[in-house]
């Protein structure tokens, strides 16, 4: 399985980006997907993951501001990214987990800065 994210660039504090994640086959029996980002000299850390039946969690620092959501017709993922902070800067992967394995993205920059 192959996952390519896009989306990601250079966008103003209090700015919004919407990340894509394109799997290279049917996304129907991934038991979750989910966006981790890693920052410069940090560990990657979980940003969002919305399980098969669409129930999704979020990082204490995203949440109210992020959407993750998944469309299983275009074997597509998302994350909306609102109200963008500074400290949101780092590359986003997408990840998804199909039991036993775990597939991972290339990754994509998000930078924010005025």
């Known amino acids: 399985v192959q996952l390519q994210a896009s989306g990601g660039g250079l966008v103003q504090p209090g700015g919004s980006l919407r990340l894509s994640c394109a799997a290279s086959r049917s996304i129907v029996s991934f038991n979750a997907m989910g966006w981790y980002r890693q920052a410069p000299g940090k560990q990657r850390e979980l940003v969002a993951r919305?399980?098969?039946?669409?129930?999704?969690s979020y990082g204490e620092s995203v949440k109210g501001r992020f959407t993750i959501s998944r469309d299983n017709t275009k074997d597509m993922l998302y994350l909306q990214m609102n109200s963008l902070k500074p400290e949101d800067t780092a590359v986003y992967y997408c990840n998804a987990d199909s039991l036993p394995f775990t597939y991972w993205g290339q990754g994509t920059l998000v930078t924010v800065s005025s």
């Open positions: 919305i399980t098969s039946l669409r129930y999704t």
